[in-house]
């Protein structure tokens, strides 16, 4: 088997760390997906874009990249358009489906044109937003609130909002890390994500996760390092709310153009179980407190497999165009 694959796939680089604010949860996905390939028998790299130049991807001579970059620089269109140029076949969406993922709002504004739900929100010029107008979105949105810094994952640049007094620190702190303050409605419920695998009509949903955090405080801590968070899967809902939350992916993914595997998160209002899709990772983690690799594993399916199924679906967006 390890020849065969060797032989499928070709030298093959994992692509982790980079320079996002992601980077350390981006070491640990890299580390764990490079082990894999290689159990497996693939002749698989180790590639840092923080410390080496994307020519280097070129001049090794890589038949196809594993990316397992979190954030900017990895995760958001800009490296995927450059390995479209070298010509290296990639993991997960492309350009356009990267780009827009990676902006919480733009994603929104997409998958409500398609009919998925997502909470009321408003988005926040983070350099001219006068108190006087947090507070007029307060007022539209309710407390508590969430303000979250769009162009950032992992918990990053993100505050939950109970009073007025505490607007502005909270705005402050997600304005550090973007341009823009995503100002969302609280949803009171519960945290559930789901992965999909595929592409197109072959698009299909993993089990649901759900996510018990203490105190419902999913924060960067509690996501990647302790060991206090509670993760149900196959998540215990009725069978009619999981397969909508996993059909409402499935419809995420496609609406903004999602191929090869994604992750999608949703809360699932208490008071009528009504749920609204939060944001969608085209790169999601793949450390040891992961979730693609938790749904995968109610399944059947190894970290080592999911590796290589993840793996065998990179490709090129842009057909290479005929030399003249």
């Known amino acids: 088997m390890g020849t065969e694959l060797k032989n499928e796939f070709g030298k093959v680089g994992v692509l982790f760390g980079g320079r996002s604010a992601e980077r350390e949860v981006s070491l640990m996905s890299g580390k764990g997906v490079l082990e894999a390939l290689r159990s497996k028998g693939i002749d698989a790299h180790p590639f840092d874009p923080a410390e080496r130049s994307l020519a280097e991807l070129a001049t090794e001579k890589f038949d196809r990249v594993f990316i397992a ?3 900017s620089y990895g995760e958001d269109g800009t490296l995927q358009g450059a390995l479209e140029q070298l010509g290296i076949p990639y993991t997960g969406p492309g350009v356009m489906a990267s780009a827009i993922a990676m902006d919480k709002v733009m994603t929104k504004r997409v998958c409500l044109s398609q009919g998925v739900p997502t909470p009321k929100f ?25 303000l979250k810094a769009p162009h ?6 993100i505050a939950r909002v109970e ?28 945290e559930l994500t789901v992965p999909v695998l595929g592409s197109g009509r072959d698009a299909r949903a993993l089990p649901v996760v759900e996510i018990r955090a203490p105190q419902g405080n999913y924060d960067y801590e ?70 693609v690799p938790m749904s995968a594993k109610a399944t059947g399916t190894a970290y080592e497999d999911l590796c290589v199924e993840i793996l065998r679906a990179a490709k090129l967006e842009l057909k290479p165009a005929a030399v003249k």
């Open 69 to 71: 970059l979190h954030g």
């Open 152 to 157: 950032e994952g992992s918990t990053i640049g």
């Open 163 to 190: 009073s007025e007094a505490d607007l502005q620190a909270g705005f402050d702190l997600c304005a550090k890390y973007d341009d823009v303050v995503l100002a969302e409605q609280f949803v009171k419920g519960r």
């Open 222 to 291: 509690h996501k990647y390092f302790s060991d206090d968070t509670q993760y149900l899967c196959p998540a215990p809902l009725e069978e009619a709310l999981a397969k909508r939350v996993q059909a409402l992916a499935v419809e995420a993914f496609k609406a903004i153009g999602c191929t090869g595997w994604s992750r999608v998160d949703f809360m699932v209002r208490e008071s009528d179980n009504e749920p609204f899709m939060l944001e969608i990772n085209t790169s999601p983690g793949m450390t040891g407190h992961s979730l």
């Open 122 to 146: 408003v988005a926040l010029d983070a350099k001219a937003t006068s108190s006087q107008r947090l507070k007029e979105v307060a007022a539209e949105l309710g407390l508590p609130l969430m």
